[in-house]
């Protein structure tokens, strides 16, 4: 059913209402303007939990999918709605559906069928959704094969207190509405990876996501949180990525993008980095890069202690349409950092500010050229105004969901 046009638009601009305010030329207290910011924020994570704006809204993804009320029914819709650099990730969209229904993992070499772990190893195409809540605590990482979407609509998925989701070496992989926290690592042990093959781990990162040499892959609607090394990781060649609408807190080192200065196989990494809400308690690397080009654009970055955007390597980073509201520590104002260089390095990389939001002293150090070329392989979707980012990000995090009404 289409949302009623009129009606969104009256919430939309109560949403936004106080961005624009902010906006102002106006001269205002600082701490008042802060204050506001934060009574918006605050106002749009009750609307997260109430199921608010479920669609209409501005943003594309949920407008894609989200008005339908017979979601449930249409899962594989979802797989149809990406945008970015990740947009030709299909997941398991031409495959069956598989229920889990053990939220055990008592053999990661031999899986019993039921579980996650069976599911994601399959060689065909699958969409793999749960047949309740559920917490499942992996006793080792789970090793993603091709073609598989993993959705935790309609019920409360977690992946925490184990090693946590891995994606190497495979293509076309759909993560949505699972909450991943308390990540541990792995190893040192046999992990089966397809039905034909499993082979000896050594010591894992930690990651709740791990992308090694992955392609193809959305990551979406998720909560993250605490993990043992970073929440979302891309290394060793992955690309052709999006990381859109999760909700991250309470972790130190949140997202790298690229192996390590050395490793330039990262040189042809394309991430999209969308409507992602960057919460409290985070520190640094939202995300960090190297080598590649990446498009971070309409996020909303509530909280960091040290730096919001960094990277080495001469990577390019487009970032548009952000609201960035800095800390209240004089010293970690700037949204940036160029890192392991010299700044006669450093200010040949292509990094740009386009239409972002600074508030509460944020600043963004741009460099190298201007040139809107220099951003072509760093553009992945248009940017919508910074001053609706609140409204785009609302519902950041995993869903609640309920069967038969919008999601």
Same mark, same amino acid.
């Given at each position: 059913?289409?949302a009623?046009?009129s009606?969104?638009?009256?919430?939309l601009?109560a949403?936004?209402?106080?961005?624009?305010?902010?906006c102002?030329?106006?001269?205002q207290?600082?701490?008042?303007?802060v204050?506001?910011?934060?009574?918006g924020?605050?106002a749009?994570?009750?609307?997260?939990?109430?199921?608010?704006?479920?669609c209409?809204?501005?943003?594309?993804i949920?407008d894609?999918?989200?008005?339908?009320?017979?979601?449930e029914k249409?899962?594989?819709?979802l797989?149809?709605?990406?945008?970015?650099?990740g947009k030709?990730a299909i997941g398991?969209?031409?495959?069956?559906i598989?229920v889990v229904?053990? /939220?055990?993992d008592?053999?990661p070499?031999?899986?019993?069928p039921?579980?996650?772990?069976?599911?994601?190893i399959q060689?065909?195409?699958?969409?793999?959704?749960?047949?309740?809540?559920?917490?499942?605590?992996?006793?080792e990482e789970?090793?993603?094969? @091709?073609f598989?979407?993993?959705?935790?609509?309609?019920?409360?998925?977690?992946?925490?207190?184990?090693?946590c989701?891995?994606?190497?070496?495979?293509?076309? *992989?759909?993560?949505?509405g699972?909450q991943?926290?308390?990540?541990?690592?792995?190893?040192?042990a046999d992990?089966r990876?397809s039905?034909?093959?499993?082979?000896?781990r050594?010591?894992?990162?930690?990651d709740?996501?791990?992308?090694?040499g992955?392609?193809?892959?959305?990551?979406d609607?998720?909560?993250?949180s605490?993990?043992?090394?970073?929440l *979302?990781?891309?290394?060793?060649?992955?690309?052709a *990525?999006?990381i859109s609408?999760?909700?991250?807190?309470?972790?130190?080192?949140?997202?790298l993008?690229?192996?390590s200065?050395?490793?330039t196989?990262?040189?042809?990494?394309?991430?999209?980095?969308?409507?992602n809400?960057?919460g409290?308690?985070?520190?640094?690397?939202?995300p960090?890069?190297?080598h590649?080009?990446?498009?971070?654009?309409?996020?909303?970055y509530?909280?960091?202690?040290?730096?919001?955007?960094?990277?080495?390597?001469?990577?390019?980073?487009?970032?548009?349409?952000?609201?960035?509201?800095?800390?209240d520590?004089?010293?970690?104002k700037?949204?940036t950092k160029?890192?392991?260089a010299?700044? @006669?390095?450093w200010?040949?990389?292509?990094w740009?500010?386009e239409?972002?939001?600074?508030?509460?002293?944020a600043?963004?150090?741009?460099?190298?050229?201007?040139s809107s070329?220099s951003?072509?392989?760093?553009? /992945?979707?248009?940017?919508?105004p910074?001053?609706?980012v609140g409204?785009?990000?609302t519902s950041?995090?995993?869903?609640n969901?309920k069967?038969? @009404?919008r999601?």
């Amino acid at each position: 059913m289409a949302a009623n046009p009129s009606l969104s638009l009256l919430v939309l601009i109560a949403l936004i209402a106080p961005m624009l305010i902010n906006c102002s030329p106006v001269h205002q207290d600082p701490e008042m303007v802060v204050e506001e910011v934060h009574r918006g924020i605050n106002a749009s994570l009750s609307k997260r939990k109430l199921g608010y704006l479920s669609c209409g809204t501005g943003n594309p993804i949920d407008d894609c999918w989200r008005c339908d009320s017979n979601w449930e029914k249409n899962r594989q819709r979802l797989a149809d709605c990406a945008i970015g650099f990740g947009k030709q990730a299909i997941g398991g969209r031409d495959g069956r559906i598989y229920v889990v229904t053990d /939220s055990g993992d008592d053999d990661p070499v031999n899986p019993k069928p039921g579980t996650l772990r069976y599911a994601v190893i399959q060689d065909e195409p699958l969409w793999i959704i749960f047949a309740r809540d559920m917490v499942i605590q992996l006793k080792e990482e789970l090793l993603m094969n @091709s073609f598989k979407t993993i959705d935790g609509r309609g019920a409360s998925v977690h992946i925490a207190g184990g090693p946590c989701i891995t994606i190497q070496y495979v293509t076309n *992989i759909i993560i949505h509405g699972l909450q991943i926290h308390d990540c541990k690592q792995g190893g040192n042990a046999d992990v089966r990876d397809s039905p034909h093959h499993y082979g000896w781990r050594t010591i894992s990162d930690g990651d709740g996501v791990s992308i090694f040499g992955g392609s193809h892959v959305w990551v979406d609607h998720c909560s993250l949180s605490n993990c043992h090394d970073g929440l *979302i990781d891309a290394i060793h060649g992955s690309t052709a *990525i999006t990381i859109s609408n999760n909700y991250m807190t309470h972790h130190d080192k949140v997202m790298l993008l690229g192996h390590s200065d050395s490793f330039t196989q990262d040189k042809n990494m394309q991430v999209t980095i969308a409507y992602n809400h960057f919460g409290e308690g985070l520190v640094q690397r939202m995300p960090r890069c190297r080598h590649g080009y990446f498009h971070v654009v309409n996020n909303d970055y509530t909280h960091w202690e040290m730096y919001a955007i960094g990277g080495s390597a001469s990577p390019t980073i487009n970032s548009q349409g952000n609201r960035f509201l800095a800390p209240d520590d004089n010293d970690n104002k700037e949204v940036t950092k160029h890192e392991d260089a010299p700044m @006669s390095d450093w200010k040949n990389w292509n990094w740009r500010s386009e239409g972002d939001l600074m508030l509460n002293g944020a600043f963004f150090t741009p460099s190298g050229a201007a040139s809107s070329s220099s951003y072509a392989k760093a553009s /992945s979707l248009g940017a919508r105004p910074s001053s609706i980012v609140g409204a785009i990000t609302t519902s950041a995090g995993a869903l609640n969901c309920k069967k038969g @009404s919008r999601c």
